[in-house]
């Protein structure tokens, strides 16, 4: 469980900080256009973080980073 834990942050700490806003929307349940507009970014580039995201923390989907998080 600690290692695990450690293991996650030093995944976290990958991340930059746009790709950590964009991963804290997309636990919250938003969608990409939602990201986007909220953000004031093109909806590619939502999708660019969003996979960049998911590959730093290891995550298949996003209900594993949801259980990551």
């Known amino acids: 469980e600690l290692t695990n ?4 942050a030093a995944r976290f700490a ?3 900080d746009r790709e950590v806003e964009v991963m804290r929307l997309i ?8 990201i986007a507009d909220q953000l004031g970014i093109a909806m590619r580039t939502v ?3 969003r996979s960049r995201v ?10 594993d980073l949801a259980r990551m998080t």
């Open 14 to 16: 990958t991340l930059s």
């Open 5 to 8: 834990r450690a293991e996650l």
């Open 54 to 63: 998911l590959a730093k923390m290891g995550a298949r989907n996003i209900a």
């Open 27 to 34: 636990v919250e349940g938003k969608l990409n256009k939602q």
């Open 47 to 49: 999708e660019v973080h």
